[in-house]
């Protein structure tokens, strides 16, 4: 919800406040889609190729494209039920394309007003784009903020992906130079390759290209690219070794150390090391293994406990 919304908790109108033709006016007889309203303002131009205009649009000519957007989360269209000031609802965003209006901004906000106007037909305030490709759509949902917090991670980045930016091309590039590569969406890991999406990218946003490749290797390296390898707790793990021990850590040592360590080993590790953050936890697990026989390089672990 933006922050005008949130500020509507404060007004002592409740929606039932209000009578139905302020929060929207009813569709007179049936439109046809040869039929759209007069835009509200002229075409503006945003780029080369896309243009947008302010429309009042019939709300059953309104689709929401779920493979790049999450699903809608009926307790956070109840809120903005609740809490609803028809002076403060935001404008829907909307792609046609294909002879469609796609939602790709308001999906949530669509929802309450569908809820509050029943079975009654009725009109929704849109900010039209036209020329955007169904990947630009994807793109603008993974920048945009949801109606009551961030998009959530996950779909935003799935969202990313599907968009082909040039974000997402550097991301599946610096993992393919690992020797890896990006699972789909939704899908379960397998041999070389990471499900652990959401980690993964944010390792890669964190670290940048060449460190992040670095961990990647590494963890190829060792263990051969088996999916338990690929997860976000060994990723993170690695990541957070890497990151504090630096050059210290010798990658012929972490190879021969790790190459007969499992992941119930380093899982049962973390576990017992108690710690807050997962990935201290495991990194602490992997500097044991690292240190087990002792000897000149071992690494000092009290630099992953004072940090947690």
């Known amino acids: 919800m933006s922050r005008k919304n949130r500020n509507a908790r404060n007004v002592t109108h409740s929606h039932k406040t209000f009578s139905r033709s302020l929060i929207s006016k009813p ?3 049936q439109l046809t889609m040869n039929e759209v309203p007069t835009p509200a303002t002229g075409r503006i131009a945003c780029d080369t ?8 649009l019939p709300a059953s000519w309104l689709v929401t494209d779920t493979t790049y957007q999450r699903s809608i989360d009926e307790k956070a269209v109840d809120r903005i039920v609740e809490n609803f000031d028809p002076r403060l609802v935001n404008v829907v965003k909307v792609s046609h394309r294909d002879g469609k209006f796609y939602v790709f901004d308001g999906a949530h906000t669509l929802n309450a007003l569908k809820k509050i106007n029943g079975k009654n ?3 929704v305030d849109c900010k039209v784009y036209r020329g955007l490709a169904y990947e630009d759509e994807a793109y603008l949902f993974a920048l945009q903020t949801g109606e009551s917090r961030d ?6 980045l799935r969202a990313l992906l599907i968009s082909n930016s040039q974000e997402a091309v550097d991301f599946r590039e610096s993992t393919q130079r690992a020797g890896l590569q990006l699972a789909s969406t939704n899908s379960a890991a397998t041999q070389d390759t990471i499900a652990a999406l959401a980690k993964a990218y944010k390792l890669f946003t964190k670290l940048g290209p060449e460190q992040y490749e670095a961990v990647l290797s590494l963890v ?21 070794m890497l990151t504090e021990y630096s050059d210290a850590v010798a990658p012929e040592r972490f ?17 017992r090391q108690m ?13 044991k293994f690292y240190n087990r026989g002792g000897g000149r390089g071992s690494l000092d672990a009290r630099v992953l406990t004072m940090k947690d």
Do not use: P, Q
């Open 121 to 123: 037909s009725f009109m």
């Open 151 to 156: 998009v959530a991670f996950s779909a935003r």
């Open 49 to 56: 190729k896309c243009s947008y205009e302010y429309m009042r």
């Open 275 to 287: 710690r807050g953050s997962s990935d201290v936890a495991h990194a602490l697990a992997l500097v």
């Open 27 to 29: 569709v007179e007889g």
């Open 255 to 271: 190879r021969k150390k790790m190459a007969g360590v499992g992941y119930e080993e380093i899982r049962n590790e973390a576990k």
């Open 220 to 240: 190829k390296e060792t263990w051969g690219g088996v999916a338990w390898s690929l997860t976000s707790y060994v990723l993170g793990g690695v990541a957070e």
